[in-house]
Antibody
Framework: QVQLVQSGAEVKKPGASVKVSCKAS????????VAWVRQAPGQGFEWMGW????????KFRQKFQGRVTLTIETSTTTAYMELRNLKSDDTAVYFCARDLDFRSDVWGQGTTVIVSS | DIQLTQSPSSLSASLGDRVTITCQAS??????LNWYQQHPGKAPKLLIHDASSLETGVPSRFSGSGSGTHFSLTITSLQPEDFATYFC????????FGGGTKVEIK
């Protein structure tokens, strides 16, 4: 079946980087974009960016420009999100989601990232 | 960024009730709006796209309406699995989400 499986929880110190993976299966990986969304504790959702597995095109929320890198490994149908220079308010659950026509119809299970000294 | 304001932030309802959640956009987003359901500790599930189109596999008791700046999600005849938090999301500009509406059992 169609699914996205994300990597496990991470605990990082301020200033460090984190890289979250999102393994896709059950569909043509290059047909759909991959969006990254985070949900801080007790907060709403924040869209971070999007990448096309077809051509590697990316779009970012301006606040993350320069601090987030989105990449694709088509051979393993895996998407990656790297967030650098972590701060305490980056503590959140990070989701990847399959995206087509501006809607995210399949989501990963979420990856908890805790930033703490 | 376009702001989305959901109301109410929470509500209590009984099985079989009809429930309506609203989402107001800070500017005209035409019909560029999705609705999601999220159970605690789980990933969101897409219910409605393009303001009123039911996602494949979603029960017909869910419906969406609206355009411009005012939108609503209606659930007719609440079922046990419908007690969850609901979010709207706009994609007319940089994607943003509403603050969520928690539907609890009365």
């Amino acid at each position: 079946q169609v699914q996205l499986v994300q990597s496990g929880a991470e605990v990082k110190k301020p200033g460090a980087s984190v890289k979250v993976s999102c393994k896709a299966s059950g569909y043509d990986f290059t047909t759909y974009g991959v969006a990254w969304v985070r949900q801080a504790p007790g907060q709403g959702f924040e869209w971070m960016g999007w990448i096309s597995p077809y051509d590697g095109a990316t779009k970012f929320r301006q606040k993350f420009q320069g601090r987030v890198t989105l990449t694709i490994e088509t051979s393993t149908t895996t998407a990656y999100m790297e967030l650098r220079n972590l701060k305490s308010d980056d503590t959140a659950v990070y989701f990847c989601a399959r995206d087509l026509d501006f809607r995210s119809d399949v989501w990963g299970q979420g990856t908890t990232v805790i930033v703490s000294s | 960024d376009i702001q989305l304001t959901q109301s109410p932030s929470s509500l209590s309802a009984s099985l079989g009730d009809r429930v309506t959640i609203t989402c107001q956009a800070s500017e005209d987003i035409i019909i560029s709006l999705n609705w999601y359901q999220q159970h605690p500790g789980k990933a969101p599930k897409l219910l409605i796209h393009d303001a009123s189109s039911l996602e494949t596999g979603v029960p017909s008791r869910f419906s969406g309406s609206g355009s411009g700046t005012h939108f609503s999600l209606t659930i007719t005849s609440l079922q046990p699995e419908d007690f969850a938090t609901y979010f709207c999301q706009q994609y007319e500009d940089v994607f943003t989400f509403g603050g969520g509406t928690k539907v609890e059992i009365k």
